[in-house]
DNA sequence: ATACTTCTTGACTAACTAAGTCATAATTGT
DNA sequence: ACAATTATGACTTAGTTAGTCAAGAAGTAT
């Protein structure tokens, strides 16, 4: 049940970037300093945003990177899927990321319990995150 | 945000011994043969919820383990929690197990918006595991 | 008492993942 | 051309996961 660090830097960059969007572009030695990132390590972490679609980014001086969607348009379940892999605690409940258990002695979905029980703990947390946006995010609303 | 084997294992296992409460007691081999676990790393899973306070066994010709806890007092929070350790995704929202966040640019803890959301998945996970009791679990019931 | 079955302990391993580092290449502005 | 910056991929180190294995201690029926 654990975010790893890799997604908690990719949320606190995409942190710095909310905040710089629509003004400035950011470079990475920025974000690194403001948020306690080591660099290259946050490098690849920018990279698999971009690749995911999130940022664009441009080389050479007075380069750096910035987001390419609406901050209100990227949801940090999004992020973190990107970066983590799937939300759901067990394949089997997972909805981006479906896995058949092999060895689940329970034949039908429906009757196995453990499929039960984390089916309701994917949706909870699918429910929080797949509707906390960047915005939301930044600005520290609560969405309780 | 995985489940991982050891705690699916412990609850399938638990599974078991709740349908067998009150009448008899299970051997190792026949936990394994009917929720397909290997049976020595079974064993490692028995014998920390024993070590937990879940569990009592007896050796010798028919021994074997059984609850020493009514099933509706046993939560899959504690038991995932033997296993698996805290249920928040962050140690500086964890209730059971805080730790303070070394590197946090946030001095304040209110302000991080990371613990903010962090705050609230967790509050969810344990709110459905920590309700969610070994009677439920082995009826099937919803807990929506 | 003995044999049998069981639990108990601890060490061990192979594979994977997390978290990071490093070197080098490619691009851009001046 | 040059300096600043991103891009890419290989590499490392430590820890975790998911087991396996061997030997021992202990209870029970006979």
Redesign the pocket.
């Given at each position: 049940m654990k975010l790893?660090?890799?997604s908690e830097?990719g949320l606190r960059a995409l942190l710095e970037l909310t905040a710089a969007h629509g003004t400035v572009t950011l470079?990475?030695?920025d974000i690194a300093a403001r948020q306690h990132i080591?660099?290259?390590?946050l490098?690849?972490i920018?990279?698999a945003l971009?690749r995911a679609g999130l940022l664009t980014?441009?080389?050479?001086?007075?380069?750096?990177?910035r987001l390419i969607k609406q901050p209100r348009d990227i949801t940090l379940g999004q992020v973190i899927r990107t970066l983590?892999g799937p939300l759901a605690p067990i394949g089997c409940v997972s909805k981006t990321a479906y896995q058949k258990c092999s060895e689940c002695p329970y034949a039908t979905r429906a009757r196995c319990p453990v499929q039960q029980v984390m089916g309701t703990v994917r949706d909870a947390i699918a429910g929080i995150l797949d509707h906390y946006t960047l915005e939301d995010f930044a600005s520290g609303s609560r969405k309780a």
């Open positions: 790893s660090k890799k830097y470079q990475r030695h080591p660099i290259e390590f490098e690849q920018l990279l971009k980014s441009r080389r050479g001086i007075k380069g750096g990177y983590d």
